[in-house]
């Protein structure tokens, strides 16, 4: 098989309502090629992906439970869902499962 794994960890005290996208790089398309949400620990992971591609990840806290990203409004005053990109160069491995070096952290008021 040419194909690997990337996972990681999401710090965020509800974090089964986070969003993981991965996005590959370079891509025609700004729609992620896999969504994940995290499980209770914060734990994620995507499989599958093609030996020797790079990415890019983003996740975001899904308030309101729609699945995608919300950029608030101005009238009436809605604030945009917290969002984190992750756009260290990593490469996927073939035949390996390569966690990120760094937990995603949310900014939390």
Same mark, same amino acid.
């Given at each position: 098989?040419?194909v +690997?794994? &990337?996972?990681g960890v999401v710090a965020?005290?509800d974090a089964?309502? %986070?969003v %993981?996208?991965y996005y590959p790089?370079?891509?025609?398309?700004d729609?992620?090629a896999?969504?994940? =949400?995290? @499980?209770?620990?914060g734990?994620?992971?995507?499989? +599958?992906?093609?030996g020797?591609?790079?990415?890019?990840l983003?996740a975001f806290?899904d308030?309101?439970?729609?699945?995608t !990203?919300? +950029?608030g409004? &101005? *009238?009436?005053?809605?604030?945009?869902?917290?969002? *984190? !990109?992750?756009?260290?160069?990593l490469?996927v491995?073939? =035949? !390996?499962?390569?966690? *990120?070096? @760094?937990t995603l952290r949310?900014a939390?008021?």
């Amino acid at each position: 098989d040419e194909v +690997g794994e &990337v996972s990681g960890v999401v710090a965020h005290p509800d974090a089964s309502n %986070v969003v %993981v996208e991965y996005y590959p790089e370079p891509s025609a398309s700004d729609r992620p090629a896999q969504t994940t =949400r995290p @499980d209770t620990t914060g734990a994620f992971a995507f499989g +599958g992906l093609p030996g020797k591609s790079r990415f890019t990840l983003r996740a975001f806290f899904d308030a309101n439970g729609n699945g995608t !990203w919300d +950029g608030g409004q &101005v *009238l009436p005053y809605r604030a945009p869902e917290p969002l *984190l !990109w992750y756009r260290d160069s990593l490469q996927v491995r073939a =035949r !390996w499962e390569q966690s *990120l070096s @760094d937990t995603l952290r949310f900014a939390l008021p």
